[in-house]
């Protein structure tokens, strides 16, 4: 049994390959682009840039944030939030359906030939957690071993990733408060200088920028990161789920129409397969 082949046939057939896909996440970083886009038009027609640039303005927001987020986790729990926040920019994506047929043409060939699942471990390198649950199969573990591990890798992955969103969401709350900080900052040193005229300029720019800097920063950069990291962190717990119920499947030697319908009750709506219904598959056993 070729998996890549009966995928890639399905796929031909209506329906997506269950391979991650790579590469950039457009929808970021079109959406990051455009915010920056506006923003740097609205800045350069009103006159010169060099207005916005201030740098003690920065170090209250950008330090400010950075030690005030540290300070509400762990160093390592703030490097990785970061590593998470540039993961996403470039995610590899799984499509549901297509992971639910490519896990009952598992099925189906484990059930004619068990030994077929050590044979196809090769290819499912590219798949770490289907590897995983594969070869845990393969080995003959009990099924309720099986779904012991394979759930409590879910939940470990999904409590770091939901973690990592808690940190960016932080820091989108705290930049925006170090630019009020700032502002108060700038008040005081203006109010405090009334009697010399050349160093009001440089306290009102410390008062408005750092108000400009925190809103930019937590508004339009942390707070979609922070979105974009739960939501693939969404995505990556339903396609895990859908690998565990069919490893646990495939463990227990159930029909694959059973298991068809545990899959169909994780997918959403808009999202669920009938894979051995003829009629509604375009006459293909292996739907759509």
């Known amino acids: 049994m070729s998996l890549t082949r009966d995928s890639a046939e399905s796929s031909r057939r209506g329906g997506r390959s269950a391979r991650p896909r790579g590469g950039v996440d457009m929808a970021t ?21 060099r207005a916005f640039i201030d740098p003690p303005s ?7 944030t950075l030690a005030v987020t540290t300070a509400s986790f762990s160093l390592s729990d703030v490097a990785i939030a970061w590593r998470d926040a540039g993961a996403v920019l470039i995610h590899r994506t799984s499509d549901p359906r297509g992971v639910a047929r490519q896990v009952l043409l598992l099925a189906e060939a484990a059930r004619r030939a068990p ?5 196809v471990l090769p290819e499912l390198k590219h798949e770490s957690f289907l590897h995983r649950s594969v070869t845990l199969v393969a080995e003959g573990l009990p099924p309720d071993d099986i779904e012991r591990m394979l759930i409590g890798e879910v939940e470990a992955s ?3 990733k939901v973690k990592s969103a808690g940190v960016l969401r932080r820091a989108s709350e705290v930049a925006p408060a170090m630019g009020l900080i700032g502002t108060l900052v700038g008040l005081v040193q ?19 920028l750092t108000t400009f800097y925190g809103a930019v920063l937590g508004n339009v950069a942390l707070a979609p990161l922070a979105a974009k990291v739960e939501r693939t962190a969404e995505e990556d717990a339903l396609v895990k789920t859908l690998y565990t119920i069919g490893a646990v ?3 227990r030697q159930e029909n694959p129409r059973r298991l068809e319908m545990l899959l169909n009750a994780v997918l959403p709506p808009g999202k669920r397969i009938q894979y051995f219904d003829r009629d509604s598959d375009r006459g293909s056993p292996r739907g759509a």
């Not at 970083?29 to 840039?49: E, K, T, Y």
């Open 29 to 49: 970083l079109v959406g990051l682009a455009a915010a920056a886009v506006v923003i740097f038009v609205a800045m350069a027609s009103g006159g010169s840039l």
């Open 58 to 64: 920065l170090i209250i927001v950008l330090g400010g």
């Open 115 to 119: 030994e077929t699942l050590r044979n």
């Open 158 to 160: 999904g409590a770091g």
């Open 190 to 208: 203006m109010l405090g200088s009334l009697n010399d005229p050349s160093s009001i300029g440089p306290a009102m720019a410390l008062a408005l």
């Open 249 to 251: 499947s495939i463990a």
